[in-house]
């Protein structure tokens, strides 16, 4: 994406939470994300990458820029992990992203005879 397409498609991105996700020329998904802010989170990938090559290769290869805004951070993260769960793209490392599934099993006391 030249830096003219990617400026005008940062500054049409809200300043609200939500789910984005880079695409290649092909279409393919390269990376998806949260954000609490997704027009200064997005930004953020076309600003200094230095100490982060494999960000720096995957952001070259972006032909297009999709975002979903949330109504809260938490509904982000909860979209964010969908999306990865069903679909894990090349440039996340992480399943399902940073969040881990909980589990709480509560046992019921043991009943008293008497």
Known sequence: ???????????ALPR?????????????VLYAGR????RRRVGSYWRDLGDRP???????????IEAVVCESEHEAAW???NVLEHRMPPANRVPGG?????????????RRRG
């Open 79 to 81: 979209l964010e992990r």
């Open 16 to 28: 609200e939470p939500g789910v984005y996700r880079f695409r290649d020329g092909r279409g393919r």
């Open 35 to 38: 954000a609490v802010e997704l």
């Open 54 to 64: 494999h960000l720096a290769r995957m952001v070259r290869a972006v032909a297009r």
């Open 98 to 110: 940073l969040e881990s599934p909980v589990h709480i099993r509560l046992d019921l006391p043991p």
């Open 1 to 11: 994406m030249e830096a003219g397409g990617v400026r005008a498609a940062v500054r």
